[in-house]
Structures are given as C-alpha cells and as structure tokens.
C-alpha cells in the first residue's frame, strides 16, 4: 500500500490516516505531493482522483478522502482497534471524527497547521473561541468518560484526527484547559506522531498560504525561510 501525502509539516489531512497506518504498524509506504510551487496542482490532479492529497493506493484500488482511508484501514484490519470495540463507543469516536471532518472552521482557517514554527498570540481569540469552547466539551466529556490519556482510553481514529488540531493548539499557544493541554502531549508522545514530526521539521519547503505571518500581511510571499 501506499499513501500519497502532502508537505509534512503543513498537511494536517496527510498527518491522519498515516498516524493510523504508523500507529497499528500497518505496511506501507509513502510519498510526498508538494503542495505550492510551480504546477503542484497539475501534479496534484494527475495523482489524485480528487485533486487533494492523501490519497490510499492499494494494488489497483485508490482510495481519496481521509475518513474513507480510514474506514477501508478498519475494515482491511479488522482486529486493530482502529476505531473502539465497544459499539457505542465506536458511534460516538465517529461522530468525533465526522464533527473535526466537518467542522472547527475558525481553527483550520485561522489557525493553519505548521508543526516547525511557533506563533504565539497571533491568531486573534475571537476568531477561535468557539471552536475551542466546543473541544473543551468534546475532549473534556470523552477523556472524563474513558479516563485517557486518548478519547477512547487506547489511541483510536478519533484522536489521529484531532492530531493536527493538537497542533495548532500548540503552534499559536491557543488557552486551553489542564485536561486539554495534558491530551496535546499526549498525542506529542505517541512515537507515530513522533515520527511524523521529526521528518516534517526536516523539510526545506515552505507553503505561504499557511503560513500565518503571509497571511495577516506581516510577511511577503517567498520571503519565509
Ligand atoms: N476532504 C479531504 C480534504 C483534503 C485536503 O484538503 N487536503 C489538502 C492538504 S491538507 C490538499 O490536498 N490541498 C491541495 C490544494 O490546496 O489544492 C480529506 O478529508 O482528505
């Protein structure tokens, strides 16, 4: 199997089913689509079904779209626990996972992942507060539930999809509560992520869209480093 993936230290889609695929020690393989610089969208739309990266290619199978990776890992891997065994619990690690696919707009608008950089104080609070009220909820509710350190007690998809937004929460230093601030190390200390980390901040490239000093007119595009 392979994943094609975008820019490591930018693509918070990418960092989902491969924290899944590293995570379960699932074989595969990866490769990176950049995703600025000259012609990366002809690139992107010759590779990619839907023009979007990451993209699950399985024999002759291609599979786009992050939780439909997901799913087809949970169904090809049925006996790890990719999503919980408890019924219940499933259902709601999947509501989870569909409420991140679908929402937190101000954190993923406001707020772009780009895990070698630190910007604290620059995303403006108002712009994110609700979004942070309702993972306060969300986090809060299930760790109280399953008593952690993941959502579901054991890592699951839920928490390889909030991963970016640990991230981010990191990045900009985004006020959060003790439990949520204890569940961002927590995702930092889990080894697949590690490794994810450790080669994104090997990355040379630079894409000015997510990069919040280009974006708030702080910086000129092509002048990050
Ligand atoms: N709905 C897609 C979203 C994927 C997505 O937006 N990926 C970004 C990278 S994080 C992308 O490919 N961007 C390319 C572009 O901007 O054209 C999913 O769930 O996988």
Known sequence: MK??????NYSSWSLRPWLVLQHFEIPFEDEVLQLAG??????LAQRSPTGRVPVLIDGDLVVPETLAIIEYLADKFPDKAIWPDDIRDRALARAAATEMHAGFSGLRSHAPMNLRSSHPGKVALDTVARDLQRLEALWGGLLQKSGGPFLFGALTAAD??????ATRIRTYALPVSDTAAAYVEAIYAVPAFQSWLAMALKEPWVVDEDEIDVIQGRAKPGTIV
């Open 38 to 43: 000259e012609g990366f969208r002809d690139v």
């Open 3 to 8: 994943l094609l993936i975008g820019n490591r």
């Open 160 to 165: 390889a999809m909030f991963a970016p937004v």
